[in-house]
């Protein structure tokens, strides 16, 4: 269960998508001047040097963030996630990758939280090293599907939760479901983002067809595969299910898509900006 390491994977397409999303929502958070708590169930290490020989290995983010690198023609709707590499990277050399409690952490107020999850013993212990010393942060060493119930709900009725496992067991994809029923039942106004890959296309209808089953609402559906699928190549493409998006997500993320399939995708690849549970009526 701790060998996944994201640090082979830092900067590839699922991370550009996954963060690209997270920023959105963190960005849209901040219009209101109310407290806020973000909650990571599993943080990873916080960042991630991109010459380092775990993202070597297999250079994933040479067809992720680095094609979309120094561009000159992106949209308006990715100045927010730019702007944030670009602070992590000032002398437009891409050398580092933030993960999500990076970006964050740039992003949250000094009045917000961040409560972040790592069970894996290195990337836990790094993860201080990055945040322990930033007040606003609470770090725990232990599954963060585990610990995402008991913060629930936060004393500020605001927040953000990115729940993204590995899914290297195959309950993941219904463990995953099963706990987000859970916490939306105990807090149903927050905004939820599962993210998800596609390793095998079946389960990804059959985790949208458990989350329809769970009778939540207005849940938003963003995937994004620079490869077509198919069942012996890996990980083709990923996405992410949003409950409670911002009104504005849908649209920026259809403005956004077409440009990354252009900048990062194969011509056989495909990308969805889906409802799949309409929105609650008020």
């Known amino acids: 269960m701790l060998s996944y390491r994201h640090a082979f994977h830092a900067g590839n397409h699922a991370d550009v998508l996954k963060h690209l999303l997270l920023v959105l929502t963190l960005d849209y958070y901040q219009r209101k001047d109310k407290p806020l708590w973000y909650i990571d169930t599993h943080a990873g290490c916080g960042l991630y040097p991109l010459n380092s020989a775990e993202a070597q290995k297999n250079r994933e983010f040479a067809q992720g963030v680095q094609a979309m690198w120094n561009v000159s023609d992106c949209p308006d709707t990715l100045s927010p996630y730019l702007e944030l590499l670009q602070q992590l990277n000032p002398d437009r050399r891409l050398q580092q990758y933030p993960g999500s409690p990076w970006l964050a952490a740039k992003l949250l107020r000094p009045k917000d939280q961040l ?4 069970l894996h013993p290195a990337d836990f212990n790094a993860l201080e ?3 322990g010393q930033d007040k606003r942060t609470r770090t725990s060493k232990q599954d963060g599907l585990q610990g995402l119930l008991r913060l629930l709900p936060p004393i500020t009725r605001r ?3 990115l729940i993204d496992p590995s ?3 195959k309950n993941d994809y219904t463990a995953t479901v099963t706990v987000l029923r859970q916490a939306y039942q ?3 106004t927050g905004t939820y983002l599962l993210w ?5 296309r079946q389960r990804v209808r059959q985790m949208t067809l458990d989350l329809q089953k769970t009778g939540i609402p207005d849940i938003l559906q963003v995937e994004f595969c620079p490869h077509p699928d198919s069942n012996g190549m890996g990980m083709t493409g990923s996405g992410v299910f949003i409950i409670n998006p911002s009104w504005l997500l849908a649209d920026q993320m259809r403005t956004i898509l077409p440009w990354l399939q252009a900048h990062m995708g194969h011509s056989s690849g495909q990308f969805t900006v889906m409802q799949i ?5 008020t």
């Open 115 to 118: 409560h972040l999850f790592e």
């Open 129 to 131: 090293k990055l945040l």
């Open 159 to 161: 927040a953000v939760i």
């Open 167 to 169: 899914y290297e067991l």
């Open 186 to 188: 105990r807090f149903a």
């Open 196 to 200: 998800y890959p596609v390793i095998m």
């Open 277 to 281: 549970t309409p929105e609650q009526k």
